[in-house]
């Protein structure tokens, strides 16, 4: 049972290129999230999913896109990326919305 | 909106002092959970509080859900080396949950 799974674990971009992270769970969870993590600013909510084919956004939604065509996993898309973009990525399931997340590993953003 | 403040956002300790961290809430919340993720590491779910004023422990550490349901405490007593890391609350709004900016507990050489 390996939980969430991220890949990649690390990424470097030039600035405008793109990208997608994946986020893969095997715990039939229905609701996925996705959040960035800068230093000293804690977990901010960039979207999130209630179901398989939902999606919609949180905090900081901006520059980034979702898709969710499989309960299982959840994908995050940089467009056009930035250095402001830079960070570290955590998804994360819950069997209930608002309750007991599971994170994954991360995966470390550097846009140059 | 709503917002979790948490504080300190540092503590250094010597190892076997007590630690505690605090969360205040602008509003009342549903459930307030705790998270702890070590360095270099991903959070990992500690427990989560629901009734007013309830407590709970694990082992040396003790959590705490005011009676307001607005405020929360988690404290450690006599930290260990295995304690280090950024605690983390996180309140249940309207439907999302609302993180604290964490607290990071570091052991002084």
């Known amino acids: 049972n390996a939980g969430v799974t991220q890949t990649p674990k690390f990424r470097v971009l030039k600035t405008g290129q793109s990208m997608t992270l994946l986020c893969a769970q095997d715990?039939?969870?229905?609701?996925m999230y996705w959040y960035r993590q800068d230093p000293g600013m804690g977990l901010r909510l960039i979207h999130y999913?209630?179901?398989?084919?939902?999606?919609a956004k949180g905090e900081v939604p901006d520059g980034y896109n979702v898709s969710r065509l499989k309960k299982q996993n959840f994908l995050l898309g940089l467009e056009s990326a930035a250095p402001s973009q830079t960070s570290v990525y955590f998804c994360?399931?819950?069997?209930?919305?608002?309750?007991?997340?599971?994170f994954g590993s991360g995966t470390r953003l550097t846009v140059v | 909106g709503q917002q979790v403040m948490q504080i300190p956002q540092y503590q250094h300790v010597q190892e076997g002092e007590d630690f505690t961290t605090y969360c205040n809430s602008s509003t009342t919340l549903s459930n307030i959970q705790w998270y702890k993720q070590r360095p270099g590491g991903h959070p990992v779910f500690l427990i989560q509080?629901?009734?007013s004023g309830e407590v709970k422990k694990q082992k040396r550490l003790t959590f705490q859900f005011g009676e307001a349901k607005k405020n929360s405490s988690l404290h450690i007593t006599a930290t260990q080396t295995t304690d280090v890391g950024t605690y983390f609350c996180a309140g249940r709004g309207n439907y999302q949950l609302i993180w604290g900016a964490g607290t990071k507990l570091i052991i002084k050489p």
């Open positions: 994360a399931s819950s069997s209930t919305l608002g309750y007991g997340y599971t």
């Open positions: 999913s209630v179901g398989e084919g939902t999606t």
């Open positions: 509080l629901v009734k």
């Open positions: 715990m039939n969870h229905e609701y």
